[in-house]
């Protein structure tokens, strides 16, 4: 008898994996289909993967060491230039590193920072929302004015003063930047609860005796998934330009590691006569931050379903 309950069991798993499978196919499906209709949201999901792909495989494809200064081609220009090298297609900096060797290391600097304080902000303030938009009262007063208070103060500001209080180097830059980073998934979050705490499955649920746990995380999170993953795609791109700021600033990781701020600092005095060492790494910030947000621009089209309607 034990052994046919276990059997029934394991069956009833395997049949609720294999629905629960078909279904999220379906929606993957359905998602494409919708993504793909906007043309520049494909382009942009290129030219992000491109960059990803580069950051990754950078030990692999690059030519040169980008730490290694080679004084015999200092400031040496691009390959189509008078004076260029194909060893250096996009040239040499003050030091003679290669200049396309350090955007693509730049890359890994970018993305990382991107993607860490977009991941560990946007999972406090998912957290901080629900509980700020469901609970309400006191709860959501005291969380709301935490949030006014740090939307007081300009982004940069704000971490420039962390990190020139914390020390520059990647870890402080990342504290910093996710110090203020986790208030703009928790304002979306808060506002899309309010909303759903209203509907008929929320009533429903609390009508069979649902906990609040219960309510937000299975019944509320689910439905704001959508808004959470445009608004967390749309910040990668803005947590990259502070980071880029920073490093420009000298607030970034320190030299002599590249990132694409410090390379445009390193390259502004020369600008007049060795405008390829500042002018590539900002053309590799211009496309990356395009290509993001027109990204989360289709992201937003295909998951918001009351552009659709």
């Avoid at 993305?111 to 977009?118: A, E, N, P, R």
Wanted: hydrophobic share 50%.
């Amino acid at each position: 008898m034990e052994q046919a309950v276990e059997v029934l069991e394991r069956e009833s798993f395997k049949e609720k994996s294999r629905r629960l499978l078909a279904r999220l196919a379906a929606n993957l499906k359905e998602f494409w289909k919708l993504y793909r209709k906007n043309s520049l949201a494909l382009v942009g999901g290129l030219v992000v993967l491109v960059f990803i792909f580069l950051a990754v495989a950078a030990p692999w494809i690059t030519p040169h060491n980008p730490e290694q200064p080679d004084f015999t081609a200092i400031r040496r220009p691009p390959f189509w230039m008078e004076g260029g090298s194909g060893k250096n297609p996009l040239g040499t900096d003050n030091l003679g590193r290669d200049i396309f060797s350090r955007i693509i290391y730049g890359a890994r600097i970018s993305l990382l920072v991107g993607f860490v304080v977009v991941f560990f902000a946007t999972a406090l303030g998912v957290v901080m929302g629900l509980i700020s938009g469901y609970y309400g009262g006191k709860v959501d007063a005291v969380i709301q004015r935490v949030v006014d208070t740090l939307l007081a103060f300009p982004y940069l500001v704000l971490a420039t003063a962390l990190v020139a209080s914390l020390g520059p180097g990647l870890r402080n830059m990342l504290v910093a930047l996710a110090f203020k980073e986790w208030i703009f998934p928790c304002r979306v979050v808060r506002g899309d609860v309010l909303v759903a705490k209203e509907r008929e499955y929320v009533e429903a649920a609390l009508a069979v005796g649902a906990g609040k746990f219960h309510i937000m995380v299975k019944e509320i999170l689910p439905n704001v998934l959508a808004s959470v993953i445009v608004v967390a795609t749309l910040r990668i791109a803005w947590v990259i330009l502070m980071e880029a700021s920073l490093s420009f600033l000298g607030l970034g990781v320190e030299p002599p590691t590249p990132a694409w701020g410090t390379i445009i600092n390193e390259g502004r005095r020369f600008i007049n006569t060795s405008w390829w060492i500042s002018t590539f790494p900002g053309l590799a910030i211009f496309f990356t931050v395009l290509g993001i947000n027109l990204m989360g621009e289709g992201l937003r089209d295909a998951l918001d379903p009351r552009l659709r309607e």
